[in-house]
């Protein structure tokens, strides 16, 4: 579908990447990835079309829809955003239109007219056009996914113009799937969602057939969605087979092999200019040392792998706070005639770092505004602890920079002993390098503005942390710079945010906020994850029961209700049952994934080997080893293909048992 060969891209003469090859085929899953700047959007727009190499060809497959959304919002119309994201094709619009003018036609004709044959040919042949392209089930696919993304069914006819830039994104995102196109090419599409629309986009997308490139910089995205990672780093591009933690391992291990390679190659290089040096006056041996400076010029020079430059910095621990860091009793919010909170309690205690998810419009962001003390409330108590410095990190937190000082001068902390050089090296971790440390705060962009408040507010942190989607705005290095920080902050944190690594690698507990009330559950995303399958498994989770159902079950007599000890004995046997059936499943898993382990493990051994270039020489040494790797490296696909299928048949058998304890 599209075919990259040999492109390169200069920007003022210098390559910002050059002799890219890439292939796009029909169903392939591809994410790219590397550092703001680098050239990845540029890439994407030479797939769509709009963007031409200074070298190397650029084909694009003839006749393809394709679906593209960037990261800068596209002007749309003003009308009903219901209207604009029904508005997927021309082709589409105009049968509409033939469509309506052709059956005012039909009006006006008699039965006995000798066109009526001819017209009503014609009106069928525009039906089946229309329903080809799904006109008739349009509106209710478009709600749905609309829907999905987050707004309400009254937003649908609500215009485009009363909608903030975040939102139209999702307007914009709508139309793009709803579209259905052969191929998609997406820029950071999740920068404007929330988890849950992420959640249900990432479902979308899991389905979709035709051909998905995906940029983003959520890695949990990239992991459930793609099955080949292009990396764009430091003027090169370069194909990686597998996920985003795939290509991780595989990077990591070809930089191994290939600083092995060079550190042989340099010995080697060690030894034969010491023989030089050792024999350079001797006109016996001119003529030896004449012949290794040859093979010294005529070597391959091997370059040792350039690794990205990892930030590590030690910010300031903020003072200490008393045991209850915040308090809430009672609180009451209400939006007009909208009560989103109405008697909630709240205590946030030292230490605890907290993930807070819900349904949009479940009012995360609001608790947060009220811890932070943003935003007024109509009833109940918000307390703080002692000694309690709250700090609220939100997208427009940028307003309260000063515009008048540099990027440096503004993120230097008002503390002594913290070098320039720490603070430049935090600030290039998000992505302000070189001369950008001098740019003045007012000529930057929004999104850089939010990158120097998070950089200012982790150089000098309060020891309350209330952080509202902080990696927006960050490529992949700066997210991990982020999370190393919160890991190793000593302070209270309260974070709402759609990257689930973050929530997995920072988070000690998870709040889900639902209906007006909170339910706490200790531990990271993945653990909230796991104990609500393990609710709804033993039965525990009504959440999804409907009011009527229970109002029936409420006025049900006490003889037809269930015994409240025989159902706990039932699920407790369903669980027995449940675990002995999985138990040789497990025991086979473990045993997979040791092999698996001492497989890869040998199979490096075997890489770095034949790095050398030595043992290229000794055909006895070498033979064994090209042997031995396929014969690995068939057997580690085999047992992955295992480890997946018994992981399939576990999730089958808690889905089998969730759905018997529904219907029980």
Not at 23 to 38: E, K
Not at 215 to 236: C, P, Y
Not at 510 to 524: A, K, P
Not at 634 to 661: C, F, G, N, P, Y
């Amino acid at each position: 579908m599209f075919f990259l060969s040999n492109v390169g891209k200069y920007f003022e003469g210098k390559p910002l990447f050059a002799n890219a090859n890439i292939s796009v085929h029909r169903g392939d899953r591809i994410g790219m990835v590397g550092p703001n700047g680098a050239g990845k959007s540029t890439i994407l727009g030479m797939m769509e079309g709009v963007i031409t190499p200074d070298e190397g060809e650029v084909s694009i497959e003839k006749r393809i829809r394709v679906g593209v959304l960037h990261q800068e919002l596209i002007q749309g119309n003003d009308r009903p955003i219901i209207e604009e994201v029904m508005d997927i094709s021309d082709e589409l619009a105009d049968i509409r239109l033939k469509l309506a003018e052709i059956e005012t036609r039909m009006e006006s004709l008699s039965e006995d007219s000798p066109e009526v044959d001819q017209v009503l040919e014609e009106h069928g042949r525009l039906q089946h056009e229309f329903e080809r392209f799904g006109g008739y089930t349009l509106e209710a696919d478009a709600q749905k996914v609309l829907q999905g993304l987050g707004f309400k069914p009254s937003d649908a006819r609500r215009r485009w113009s009363e909608f903030s830039g975040g939102w139209r994104m999702r307007v914009a995102l709508a139309k793009i799937l709803l579209a259905q196109p052969d191929a998609l090419l997406l820029d950071e599409p999740t920068n404007h969602l929330d988890l849950e629309s992420l959640l249900w986009v990432e479902e979308y997308l899991s389905g979709f057939q035709g051909a998905l490139v995906l940029v983003s910089h959520d890695r949990a995205f990239l992991n459930k969605l793609v099955k080949k990672t292009i990396e764009v780093d430091q003027g090169k591009v370069t194909v990686y087979t597998g996920n985003y933690d795939q290509y991780e391992k595989n990077k990591a291990m070809q930089e191994e092999v290939q600083l092995a390679a060079y550190k042989n190659q340099q010995e080697k290089i060690k030894r034969i200019k010491k023989f030089i040096d050792q024999h350079r006056v001797k006109a016996r041996t001119a003529s030896r040392v004449q012949s290794r400076l040859k093979m010294i010029e005529k070597m391959d020079k091997i370059e040792p792998p350039k690794r990205s430059r990892t930030v590590r910095f030690s910010f300031p621990q903020p003072s200490r706070t008393g045991r209850r860091v915040v308090e809430i009793k009672g609180l009451v919010k209400r939006y007009g005639p909208i009560t989103v909170y109405d008697g909630l309690d709240f205590v946030l205690e030292r230490g605890e770092r907290i993930g807070l998810v819900g349904p949009n419009g479940a009012g995360k962001s609001t608790l947060l505004k009220i811890m932070a003390g943003v935003i007024p409330y109509e009833g109940g108590t918000v307390q703080y602890g002692h000694n309690v410095e709250p700090g609220y990190f939100a997208q427009h937190q940028y307003e309260h920079l000063n515009l008048e000082r540099t990027v440096l001068d503004e993120a230097m902390p008002p503390i002594p002993g913290m070098a320039e050089s720490e603070v430049r090296g935090v600030l290039g971790a998000f992505l302000f390098s070189g001369d950008d440390v001098h740019k003045k705060v007012r000529v930057l962009s929004g999104g850089e503005k939010s990158r120097l408040a998070l950089a200012k507010m982790l150089l000098f942190p309060p020891n309350v942390l209330l952080m509202d989607e902080p990696t927006n705005h960050l490529d992949i290095p700066s997210c991990q710079v982020l999370e190393e920080a919160l890991g190793k902050y000593d302070g209270a944190l309260v974070l709402i945010t759609h990257d689930r690594r973050l929530m997995n690698n920072v988070c000690t507990g998870i709040l889900e906020i639902m209906n007006g009330s909170v339910e706490y559950y200790i531990g990271n995303y993945d653990d909230y994850q796991y104990k609500k399958r393990l609710m709804e498994t033993e039965g525990l989770c009504n959440a999804e029961e409907s009011p009527s159902a229970k109002s029936q079950k409420e006025k049900a007599p006490p003889e037809a209700r269930e015994d409240k000890k025989e159902r706990k004995r039932r699920e407790a046997e369903a669980r027995k049952a449940l675990s002995k059936r999985k138990a040789p499943l497990l025991d086979e898993l473990g045993k997979i994934e040791k092999e698996l382990a001492h497989n890869e493990s040998r199979r490096q051994e075997i890489q770095s080997a034949m790095a050398d270039p030595e043992i290229y020489a000794n055909k006895d040494r070498i033979r064994p080893l090209l042997e031995e790797e396929p014969r690995l490296s068939k057997r580690i696909k085999e047992l992955e293909s295992r480890w997946e299928e018994l992981h399939s048949q576990l999730e089958l058998m808690d889905r089998e048992v969730t759905a018997s304890q529904g219907r029980s």
